[in-house]
């Protein structure tokens, strides 16, 4: 099919993040799946003038909006320099970060430079007793990134990532937002890849949970209105249908990873054990985005299987998570498992009466797992 | 601050949000946090003229250009802007 024109280029712009070093502090699951040191990092990683171009290049293929993340994009010296390129091209700029190496100057170079926002991640839980002290040392250094951000006039969005333990402090997070001054929240409930999805067993949620949070999502939203946007991510597991991911393959969004990989999703490289992708320097990216094997395999509805392909939702959905297929079935051709109609709903209803059988104990949050895995 | 009991506010984009015109396809879009919307013709004619104009001004200068019922109109306009407000696109000073 003829590729329609992307919207928003997601720039990982490095593996790099100084959570690395205390994932005890800060368990967070980077879809990429971290690992790397800062050497190995470093000798891969696009150059500014690399960077630069891939901006330009996304702008003209019709991109609009740019999400400056990774790792920790901060690591990163040149970033007031990439924002400035993006806005010479027009893109609105969002910085995602867990806030960690903002200072006043920072802060002041990046809003000179034209960044028209920062998302600021929350995701330490300190109802954890085992890291209380440590959570309470990270959460205190985002209040004031958070303030410095506000005295900047930079718009803020919090996004906080939702699990097991601690979705039940959704009206705290709530107010915490309303607090700080947030233009906008997300609560998103984890996703479960890289990371995530080896300790699913302990992160998902259960019914109770999440029909509670729902509603108290829905009604800070109602109540809130005008002043702070809430947008509430579900556990899609929960669901019936599965999630419009990405608003389709190849359709909208597309990703470039530190070292110049050019990805339709962010977590198809480690999700999808038989993916490849192309790369920057060796192709144009308007080629990559067009013609390419790896942006082309999923996109539109033409590879869809039953019960997908006569389906009339298929238009709506595109099939749900080429990712979450790819997890939970082996083949990220099949129907996102998450869907009623799949013939493999029953591995998800499988997992979800695990977690809510009354006699199930939540098992230990894996902070220990191997370090390759964990990341962020 | 309702539209409804305050016809004198003054609409404006709200903190964060961008409006621009789309090189691709020549329309107007919104930009803002993780989200693009692109405007249909009344929201662009709308918010071309929140700048500094109150509801009531917005309403007649849009009456006049298109020679078009002011109530209806009034309807019209209070109707995208609440939605727009409602999404914290817009703010109401
Ligand atoms: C991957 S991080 C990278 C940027 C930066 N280091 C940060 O912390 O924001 C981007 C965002 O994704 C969130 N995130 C990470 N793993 C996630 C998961 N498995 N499900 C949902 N959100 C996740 C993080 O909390 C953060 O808001
Ligand atoms: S069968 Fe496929 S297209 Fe139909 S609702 Fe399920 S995932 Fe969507």
């Known amino acids: 099919m003829t590729a329609p024109r992307p919207y928003a280029l997601l720039a990982e712009v490095t593996y790099r993040c100084p959570l690395h070093l205390s994932v005890l502090l800060e368990p967070c699951s980077c879809p990429q799946g971290g690992g790397y040191s800062d050497m190995h990092a470093l000798n891969g990683e696009l150059t500014t003038d690399e960077w630069k171009r891939v901006i330009r290049d996304a702008a003209t293929l019709g991109v609009l909006q740019i999400g400056f993340s990774g790792g920790e994009p901060l690591a990163r010296r040149d970033l007031a320099e990439l924002v400035h390129a993006a806005r010479e091209v027009s893109l609105y700029t969002n910085l995602i970060t867990s806030g960690i190496g903002f200072d006043d100057d920072r802060i002041s170079a990046l809003r000179d430079a034209g960044l028209d926002s920062v998302q600021l991640s929350f995701q330490s839980d300190d109802a954890d007793l085992a890291d209380e002290i440590a959570g309470a040392r990270a959460h205190r250094r985002k209040l004031d990134v958070a303030a410095k951000i506000r005295a900047a006039g930079i718009p803020l969005s919090l996004n906080f990532v939702i699990h097991r333990r601690n979705i039940d402090r959704l009206p705290e997070m709530i107010e915490l937002s309303e607090s700080l001054g947030a233009e906008r929240v997300e609560l998103a409930n984890v996703q479960f890849y890289g990371w995530a999805f080896l300790n699913r067993a302990a992160l998902l949620p259960t019914q109770e949970q999440v029909t509670r949070a729902r509603e108290i999502a829905m009604e800070a939203k109602a109540r809130l209105a005008g002043k702070i946007d809430i947008f509430y991510v579900l556990p899609d597991y929960y669901e019936t249908w599965p999630k419009p991911c990405l608003s389709g393959w190849g359709q909208r969004y597309f990703t470039v990873n530190p070292t110049g990989d050019v990805l339709p999703c962010p977590t198809a490289s480690s999700a999808i054990p038989d993916s490849r992708f192309e790369n920057v320097r060796a192709h144009a990216i308007d080629w990559i985005w067009r013609e390419s094997e790896s942006f082309n395999r999923f996109r539109g509805t033409e590879w869809m299987p039953e019960p997908c392909r006569s389906c009339p939702q298929k238009e709506i959905d595109f099939g749900g998570c080429r990712c979450q297929a790819a997890l939970l079935t082996g083949n990220a051709a099949n129907t996102d498992p998450v869907c009623t109609l799949s013939p493999n709903r029953a591995r998800v209803d499988a997992v979800l009466r695990d977690i809510n059988s009354s006699n199930n104990h939540a098992p230990d949050w894996t902070y220990r797992v191997n370090p390759k895995t964990l990341d962020c | ?93």
């Open chain 2, 1 to 93: 601050m309702p539209i409804e009991s305050a016809d004198a506010v003054q609409p404006r984009l709200a903190k964060g949000v961008r409006l621009q015109t789309d090189s691709a396809t020549g329309k107007s879009v919104l930009l803002f946090p993780e989200g693009i919307v692109e405007l249909n013709e009344t929201a662009q004619e709308i918010l071309s003229r929140c700048n500094g104009r109150t509801f009531n001004e917005i309403v007649r200068a849009l009456a006049e250009e298109y020679d078009s019922d002011v109530a209806a109109l009034a309807a019209d306009v209070r109707e995208t802007l609440s939605d727009l407000r409602r999404r914290k696109l817009i703010e109401l000073i």
